[in-house]
Each structure stands twice: as C-alpha cells, then as structure tokens.
T-cell receptor
Framework: DQQVKQNSPSLSVQEGRISILNCDYT??????FLWYKKYPAEGPTFLIS?????DKNEDGRFTVFLNKSAKHLSLHIVPSQPGDSAVYFC???????????????FGKGTKLSVKP | NAGVMQNPRHLVRRRGQEARLRCSPM?????VYWYRQLPEEGLKFMVY????????ESGMPKERFSAEFPKEGPSILRIQQVVRGDSAAYFC????????????FGQGTRLTVV
C-alpha cells in the first residue's frame, strides 16, 4: 500500500526548459511534504519543502506546488540544467511543520535527465 | 564540519552472519534516523533515535534488527543472522533537533548478503 506515489519513473527534458516532477499521496493526515535529490552512490539531499497550510513555496529555480484537494504536489525546476540530472524523491510526513518524529514516507523516485 | 559519516560504505556478509553499520552524526546533532532503500524502491523509515533513547522504531523489523545511539560514539544499526532480503542501501541522517527537514543524510552503506 503505497501512500506516496511518483508514477513517472523517468523524465527527460532539454536544458533551459522546465522540468515538472509529480507526486500523489493518499493519506489525508500528511501535513508536510519534502523533495529530495539523490545522485548515485550518495545520500539524499534536501531540496525544498511545503507545509499543508500553503499551496506554493519557491526557492530559486525550484518551486513546489501543493493541491490538497487533489492530494497532489509537483516540483518545478526552471530553467533545468544538466547538473539537475538525478533521482528526485517526494516525501511526506504527518508530524507537523518540519516533519518532526523523523518518520518520512518516500515515493519511489523519478529519474530526471537534463540534456544539453 | 564534516558531514554525516557512515561506514563501511560497502559490506558483504554471508547468510547467517551479523552486520554492523555505523553512523557518526554531524557535530552538534543529537538526533539520528535510519532508512533502508531496497532496489528500485524509495527509502523506508526504520528507526529514530536521540542520544541513548529510541524515539520511534515503528519501521524496524521485530526480529534480528536493533539500533542504538550511545552517549559516546556512533549510532549502530545491527542486523543479526542476515538473509538475502536484507541486501539494501542503509542511510543514516542526523539533525540538531527532532526536525527531519533539517537533517542531513550520509552516503549510505550498501549491504550485500551472499
């Protein structure tokens, strides 16, 4: 029973274009969402997060959108760069802002390839 | 300030042996989290520890697995009598307080059971 789903295993975009990575969740108790980036043979790196009281959070080239009614969030990367090529994980928490308790539920990830 | 250090990076064990995975948190971090990533899967929460205390072990298998974070020294994830299904990447993260969004992950230990 997957509570966090990333239905696209891979995504390929051209350098300079927008990358949109999608994530769906089923548990309405989730109130905090995070995106992580992971390179091969490395640990995940925190990218950006959003609380359920917001519908958008922006940090430089990265923007996360949350649609609570649809239980859907997306990560937009604009403009995409070859260095963005990595696996992106969506994660959710029911532990309040910041995701206390440490129990994150991760999706399976989407492998993004940005072609020069 | 060194990052979260995990060792060994790669560990090969025969079925039935014990595996010990170490995690040294970042300086000043007293909260440690362990996650496991099976092939083609996302990370799955195992256990959350604060110095000398287990806060949440709801993701830990009931048998063969244990974790500790002593007052001094690294956090240890111990797997007794390993089986092939234990083969995975094990990631540790640490944070200064109990906020996972502030946590940094280590590079992981890849356990292979042969």
């Amino acid at each position: 029973d997957q509570q966090v789903k990333q239905n696209s295993p891979s995504l390929s975009v051209q350098e300079g274009r927008i990358s949109i990575l999608n994530c769906d969740y089923t548990n309405s108790m989730f109130d905090y969402f995070l995106w992580y980036k992971k390179y091969p043979a490395e640990g995940p790196t925190f990218l950006i997060s959003i609380s359920s009281i917001k519908d958008k959070n922006e940090d430089g080239r990265f923007t996360v959108f949350l649609n609570k009614s649809a239980k859907h969030l997306s990560l937009h990367i604009v403009p995409s760069q070859p260095g963005d090529s990595a696996v992106y994980f969506c994660a959710a928490s029911a532990g309040g802002v910041g995701g206390s308790q440490g129990n994150l539920i991760f999706g399976k990830g989407t492998k993004l390839s940005v072609k020069p | 300030n060194a990052g979260v250090m995990q060792n060994p990076r790669h560990l090969v064990r025969r079925r039935g042996q014990e595996a010990r995975l170490r995690c040294s948190p970042m300086k000043g971090h007293s909260h440690v989290y362990w996650y496991r990533q099976l092939p083609e899967e996302g990370l799955k929460f195992m256990v959350y520890l604060q110095k000398e205390n287990i806060i949440d072990e709801s993701g830990m298998p009931k048998e063969r697995f244990s974790a500790e974070f002593p007052k001094e020294g690294p956090s240890i994830l111990r797997i007794q009598q390993v089986v092939r299904g234990d083969s995975a990447a094990y990631f540790c993260a640490s944070s200064p307080g109990g906020v996972i969004a502030e946590a940094f992950f280590g590079q992981g230990t890849r356990l292979t059971v042969v």
